[in-house]
């Protein structure tokens, strides 16, 4: 499995790109934010492979991930597809229930069954490292939801 992920990183390279450039399509060769000295403003991001096909591998890529918190301390990864993930900078006050709503929503009408991934939703830190965000208020949330519509009816 190593191999192969090593593999990837040398034929596809992780691409970093402002979440407006990547859904306008700006093809410009200099969108790739990584490894450039600038400063990445605290906005989302997008995290994929220069060929955009099977680029969520890079959330799993620590030198990728330690030099995303470097540029904007830490940050929230919303696994999209398999083809990319969301960067959302923790400086942007986002719930983590609402990211997590927004993913599964995503999943559920927009990625197809064949590109999902999680609708799980993870954290980053340099300190911590990658962890998933735990989901007890989203369900409480969930079945209360369920019981309302259940007596609603």
């Known amino acids: 499995m190593i191999l192969a992920v090593n593999n990837t990183v040398k034929c596809d390279p992780p691409k970093l790109m402002y979440l407006n450039s990547a859904i306008f399509n700006y093809e410009d060769k200099d969108s790739n934010l ?10 989302p991001l997008v995290l994929t492979s220069e060929s955009t096909e099977f680029g969520a591998y890079a959330m799993l890529q620590k030198p ?14 919303l696994p999209s597809s398999r083809h990319e993930a ?5 400086s942007m006050d986002s719930d983590e229930d609402h990211l997590r709503m927004m993913v599964r929503e995503a999943n559920r009408s927009v ?10 939703i993870f954290v980053y830190s340099e300190a911590e ?3 998933r965000c735990p989901e007890k208020i ?13 007596y609603s009816s």
Not at 37 to 42: E, F, L, M
Not at 69 to 74: F, L
Not at 111 to 120: C, H
């Open 34 to 43: 990584l490894g450039k000295d600038d400063p990445i403003n605290p906005e």
């Open 64 to 77: 990728v991930l330690d030099f995303i918190a470097e540029k904007v301390g830490p940050f929230h990864v």
């Open 86 to 90: 969301i960067i959302i900078p923790c």
């Open 111 to 120: 990625v197809s069954p064949d590109d999902f991934l999680s609708d799980d």
């Open 129 to 131: 490292g990658l962890r």
């Open 138 to 150: 989203l369900k409480e949330k969930m079945k209360q939801s369920f019981v309302a519509e259940r």
